[in-house]
T-cell receptor
Framework: DTGVSQDPRHKITKRGQNVTFRCDPISEHNRLYWYRQTLGQGPEFLTYFQNEAQLEKSRLLSDRFSAERPKGSFSTLEIQRTEQGDSAMYLC?????WGQGNGANVLTFGAGSRLTVL | AQTVTQSQPEMSVQEAETVTLSCTYDTSESNYYLFWYKQPPSRQMILVIRQEAYKQQNATENRFSVNFQKAAKSFSLKISDSQLGDTAMYFCAFMKPQGGSEKLVFGKGTKLTVNP
């Protein structure tokens, strides 16, 4: 297993454009998380899935943001009509859920997708 | 809502010495997990150590150990025999598992620099 993969690693876009990020979790992990991290800050929770079900979405998350995990494997995070304030590192993480072994609830992070909105 | 506070934005230590990073949290829950994650410059976040709140024994992982004080809601990380590769951002994080909102809530981090 190669860990959590994110693509693209870097994305530069113009304000108003749509962007999509992809995350491939560790194959046996049923939980998948999206976080946003700005420079010098801790990661901020966006949303998470158990299998294909989106269990929680941050109230801070604008309706311009949408995430999917259609078959319970990879996930996509789309940002519509990007704004300069969306510039950040978008982190994906995966884990086993509660009661699924010693590693349950331990998140493994990907390298992140850095978004720059001009 | 749970909050995590790291009061030391930056710290430095000489190689081979010991350093302690502080973390406090606020929760009304009795069962939860606490974590320390490390994020080296331009590299991905990795788990350093995990503590389950119902366990009284402090977790240890090689040179890394925690001082978990449940009543005080304090969870500090001690790094012994510091190495240059320990230079990173360190994040303290909280999770309420098993039917709670099972997401990590992070502090703002402490930037640790290990000097040769």
């Amino acid at each position: 297993d190669t860990g959590v993969s994110q693509d693209p690693r870097h994305k530069i876009t113009k304000r108003g454009q749509n962007v999509t990020f992809r995350c491939d979790p560790i194959s046996e992990h049923n939980r998948l998380y999206w976080y946003r991290q700005t420079l010098g800050q801790g990661p901020e929770f966006l949303t998470y899935f158990q299998n294909e079900a989106q269990l929680e979405k941050s109230r801070l998350l604008s309706d311009r943001f949408s995430a999917e995990r259609p078959k319970g494997s990879f996930s996509t995070l789309e940002i519509q009509r990007t704004e300069q304030g969306d510039s950040a590192m978008y982190l994906c993480a995966s884990s086993l859920g509660w009661g699924q072994g010693n590693g349950a609830n331990v998140l493994t992070f990907g390298a992140g997708s850095r978004l720059t909105v001009l | 809502a749970q909050t995590v506070t790291q009061s030391q934005p930056e710290m430095s230590v000489q190689e081979a010495e010991t350093v302690t990073l502080s973390c406090t949290y606020d929760t009304s829950e009795s069962n939860y997990y606490l974590f320390w994650y490390k994020q080296p410059p331009s590299r991905q976040m990795i788990l350093v150590i995990r503590q389950e709140a119902y366990k009284q024994q402090n977790a240890t992982e090689n040179r890394f150990s925690v001082n978990f004080q449940k009543a005080a809601k304090s969870f500090s990380l001690k790094i012994s025999d510091s190495q240059l590769g320990d230079t990173a951002m360190y994040f303290c994080a909280f999770m309420k598992p098993q039917g709670g909102s099972e997401k990590l809530v992070f502090g703002k981090g402490t930037k640790l620099t290990v000097n040769p």
